[in-house]
């Protein structure tokens, strides 16, 4: 079992940057990649529900990033923390959403579907 602990979200301004962090408590294994997503208020197309934001492998340096916030954010981990981190700068209104981690056993994706585990999600609201 998994368990995702998110935070660090909370309102700022356009403009401003904003880290998240993601503690990752796993029991038996560790996770193949962590993956950072984020969820807009009302209904969203089919395979649209959640926005690939980043992912790195637990053991590797490999990271991608999607096209909204490639070149303002940047994804990380502490491994003695089992933390993974999500710097996000240059905000801007339309970045308003709740931001989510997960856990992929197998995939190293920014396919939504291939994560197993997920947290409680952090707000972040950003006015302009």
């Known amino acids: 079992q998994v368990q995702l602990v998110e935070s660090g979200g909370g309102s700022v301004q356009a403009g401003d940057s904003l880290t998240l962090s993601c503690v990752v408590l796993?029991?038996?294994?560790?996770?193949?990649?962590v993956g950072w997503f984020r969820q807009f208020p009302g209904s969203q197309p089919p395979g649209k529900e959640r926005e690939f934001l980043a992912a790195l492998k637990w053991n590797g340096d490999d990271t991608k990033y999607g096209n909204s916030v490639k070149g303002r954010s940047t994804i990380s981990r502490h491994n003695a923390k089992n933390t993974v981190y999500l710097q996000m700068n240059r905000l801007r209104p339309e970045d308003t959403a709740v931001y989510y981690c997960a856990t992929s056993e197998h995939y190293f994706t920014d396919y939504f579907e291939a994560y197993e585990f997920w947290g409680q999600g952090t707000q972040v609201t950003v006015s302009s």
């Open positions: 796993a029991d038996t294994f560790s996770p193949y990649a």
